[in-house]
């Protein structure tokens, strides 16, 4: 067979295995798996580099509108460009349903934000925050089918909290219809009764937006959902976990025999409380929920990932810009804490990060990586074998990755529309240099090589997590 392009000398991880073989890449597949491979229109030289699927974020906020004329700092073209500089060839992002819309709206103005500007294949979750008979009972269950086989739902965010009896509604909808749901745990009602005494105190600044979400408020949170998912039986996601007593609490619902899948996030790693804790407002770079914690917090986040009890490394990108009043310095967030948006830029630098922190430092290992930046995604969120791996028939969505290469974190080499990383300064080993998308090289030597968007929409099936055929029960 003579292939469009090859992929020479490297050296290929998936998961599951690392073997020396080259790539030969067809119609935008991987098409070939085999040594010497070298009829080909282009020949891509990997001597020296490790040849891995690309990195799939299945958490990434894009162009989502908060209230107050915040402003997002990422639209779907910066933010996808800021994934592929990073790595990632597919992004999920998320479809907020505003109160008294149908999904099926939503999903129009989310489609039509994105067409035509993705750098990197995209999908999206529906986020349901009002959880109607008509939207449970005809809407998702006809756009599961459609292949939108996501959703999330806020325990926490007046507006956009569900109480337990709507949780349990939502839950019992998905275990119907096979969709997998993500849960943020933050019991909303002690956060709110934390910040009234806070400002009873007179305790405004950033720093305090870490004091009044406490781990207790998270792990409570977490041990509910996991409870309300155990009563309707149906598998779910903890997602963006900061702490050992969160973690716990997956871990022990596992061995109860429950299904489900455990996230955790750059920021759980490299990031604590005290960064909330500097003068002139500049902890409100660090403003995202759930805070960061503590040294102890950071250790057993990287046990959790080192373990297995966390299955997805994702990024939480929710990027504001900091100098700017439609952003983290907005009139009333300097005043008072809860009015800085919550979030921070982090799609570019997750792989980076974990590759070096967590390979390069022995704390995991080659597949391991893979398996949390990639294809336990696909897997999870029903891109797999299509996605997330290196196989015949899957697309050819392929990063190579120098593990040499030696890079200081500055935010303009991220390309994404904030201002400001959290990561400014952080040497990392090891680089993504080259991405190709279906097959079509869209980064070289770190930087995208065409303006031009090639990203396509993906239709998805059911998770992994969700079991097949009659249930019996
Ligand atoms: O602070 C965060 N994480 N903002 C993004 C929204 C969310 O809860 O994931
Ligand atoms: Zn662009
Ligand atoms: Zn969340
Ligand atoms: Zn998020």
Known sequence: ?????????GTVVTASDTFFSDVGIKDG???????????????????????????????????????DGIVMADDFDSGTRSAAIGGNSTVLAFCMQEKGQSLREALKIYHAKAEGKCH???????????????????????LVEDGYTSLKVFMTYEGLRLRDDEILATLDT??????????????EDAIRYL???????????????????????????????????EIVDVPIVIVHVS??????????????????AGETCPQYLMLTADDLDQSEMEGAKYVCSPPPRDKASQDACWEGLEQGVFDLFSSDHC?????????????????????????????ATRLPILFSEGVMKGRINLN????????????????YPRKGTIAIGADADIALWDPDKRITVTNDILQHGADYTPYEGQEVRGWPMHLLLGGKTIVKDGLLTQQKVRGSYLHRNRSSLVPRGERHR
């Open 120 to 142: 990197v294949d995209v999908a999206f979750h529906l986020v349901i925050t009002d959880p109607t008979p008509e939207v449970l009972g005809q809407e998702l269950p006809a």
């Open 1 to 9: 067979m003579r292939f469009d392009t090859v992929i020479r000398h």
């Open 174 to 187: 998905a275990r119907r219809t096979g969709a997998l749901v993500m849960v943020h745990c933050e019991n």
């Open 243 to 260: 702490n050992r007593e969160a973690m716990e609490e997956i871990r022990r619902a596992r061995q109860r025999g429950q299904k489900i």
């Open 29 to 67: 597949r991987i098409a070939a798996l085999a040594a010497d491979l070298t009829d080909a229109d282009e020949v891509i030289d990997a001597t020296g580099l490790f040849v891995m699927p690309g990195g799939i974020d299945s958490h990434v906020h894009l162009d989502q509108p908060s209230g």
């Open 319 to 347: 990027p504001f810009r900091f100098n700017d009043p439609e952003g983290k310095l907005n009139e009333k967030g300097k005043r008072h804490f809860r009015w800085i948006p919550n979030g921070i830029p982090g799609v």
């Open 368 to 383: 391991q990586f893979v398996a949390v930046t990639s294809t336990n995604h696909a897997k999870l969120y029903g891109l």
């Open 195 to 229: 910040i009234g005494r806070h400002e009873e105190e007179g305790k405004f600044a950033p720093k305090f937006h870490a004091a009044t979400r406490p781990v207790a408020a998270e792990r409570e949170a977490t041990h509910r959902a996991l409870s309300l998912a």
